[in-house]
């Protein structure tokens, strides 16, 4: 009995990852374009939703310039308030208290950029690793019990603290590369299914001695002791931590690794096409495998920078946050690349820190930047979308440049 191939399927197939790579790793200016079309329509929902706004528009026939001026002062006045929250507070008057803000955006955006690059590595050889909040909660396990169950001297508990959280997540990580190599298991379906694992797995053992604080009921885990601690880089008032100086570093370890070594090139090649590659000698099974070790090595990064730098009076299972996801908003915002996700990270960090301040201070809902994030991620996955509200062409395929050459 013989099998009949669906003529279409190749090119169907093709047609997919072509959409896959240009959402992934297409240009910049797209990125660019949606965070500005993003803004601009959270603009339009805070001036809906601001009160003022709504009084005047109650008798706009009358006197409309105070409806377009209530909507100047709603929309100004929260962006305003947004980078006063983020970047630089020109009201205070101590130099330290104003440039307090950018410090704080950076402590958020750390660990989204470390757990950023590791999703964007995974998508430069064409794998959507969807498992960064297991891999970050694993990784969160292992760096937090190295950090109050070993005594060891100053300097070298640190260390091996930062380790044991990258190898937790290098290893969360790699269960889902083996079964991708060995089986051919889609990698969506096994790291989602890995989170919920990850999850349960340390909700139980935080309601055991292994990870449980025995100072306390509560399933949370002890806190690290002074020797495991990332210390701060400028003090008091700042909470910015060596952990930023970490994703520094690991930022231009992962831009040489992609763009420099060889290993980046096998990479690259099976990201393009894997049979290619494969006819090309690469072994594609063994490069599934060594992304998601480095992809999950990056979120346990980002968990030691969380357990060991920000939160360490202890944690829970709810000590990803958020991130595991959110690394994927910033991996797709920063077309893959490594200091592209560097900038995406900073910038959603900027956005939670900054949007604290909005709320506070011009009473606009914390949801409306939740909202602008959402409408980036919306926008970066319909390239066509962004090219046709700024009537950009698009890049022409292999038949059609053959055609116009014709």
Do not use: C
């Not at 760096?143 to 001297?153: C, E, N, R, T």
């Not at 992809?295 to 829970?316: D, H, I, K, Q």
């Not at 820190?353 to 991620?377: E, H, K, N, R, Y």
Request: aromatic fraction near 10%; proline fraction near 5%; avoid cysteine.
């Amino acid at each position: 009995m013989t099998t009949e191939q669906t003529p279409g399927a190749p090119a169907e197939t093709n047609r997919w990852r072509r959409a896959l790579t240009e959402i992934t790793t297409g240009n910049a200016l797209l990125s660019l374009l949606a965070i500005l079309l993003a803004v601009l329509i959270g603009g339009i929902l805070i001036a809906i939703t601001d009160p003022d706004v709504q009084e005047a528009a109650g008798y706009f026939f009358s006197r409309p310039a105070d409806t377009f001026g209530a909507i100047w002062q709603s929309i100004s006045g929260a962006y305003v308030a947004l980078f006063q929250g983020a970047i630089y507070d020109a009201r205070r008057d101590d130099l330290l208290l104003a440039i307090r803000p950018i410090t704080q955006t950076l402590v958020f955006a750390t660990p989204l950029i470390a757990a950023g690059l590791g999703v964007a590595i995974a998508f430069r050889v064409g794998l959507f690793n969807i498992g960064g909040r297991g891999q970050i909660i694993i990784g969160a396990a292992f760096a937090g019990y190295a950090s109050f169950a070993f005594d060891l001297p100053v300097g070298v508990h640190l260390v091996v603290a930062v380790l044991l959280g990258i190898i937790g997540g290098a290893l969360w990580g790699g269960i889902a590369g083996f079964l991708k190599a060995r089986t051919g298991a889609h990698e969506v379906i096994v790291t989602i299914m890995l989170n919920y694992v990850a999850f349960y797995l340390v909700s139980y053992l935080l309601r055991t001695p292994v990870l449980q604080n025995p100072a306390s009921n509560n399933p949370k885990s002890p806190p690290a002791a002074e020797t495991a601690v990332l210390p701060a880089i400028f003090g008091s008032p700042f909470n910015l931590h060596w952990g930023f100086v970490l994703v520094v570093a690991s930022t231009v370890l992962a831009w040489w690794l992609l763009e420099r070594s060889s290993l980046g090139f096998k990479f690259r090649a099976v990201g393009f096409n894997p049979d290619a590659a494969r006819t090309a000698g690469i072994k594609v099974e063994r490069m599934y495998l060594y992304v998601m070790l480095i992809a999950g090595g990056y979120a346990g990064l980002a968990a030691s920078t969380e357990v060991l730098g920000t939160v360490t009076s202890g944690f829970t299972s709810a000590v990803d946050a958020g991130i595991g996801f959110d690394a994927i908003t910033v991996a797709l915002l920063g077309r893959s690349r490594p200091w592209g996700v560097f900038a995406a990270g900073i910038l959603f960090g900027a956005f939670k820190t900054g949007g604290f301040t909005m709320q506070a201070s011009q009473g606009v809902p914390i949801d409306i930047v939740l909202v602008v994030q959402s409408l980036i991620v919306l926008f970066i996955a319909a390239p066509p979308l962004v090219r046709a509200i700024f009537r950009i062409p698009g890049a022409k395929t292999g038949a059609e440049s053959k055609a116009v050459a014709a």
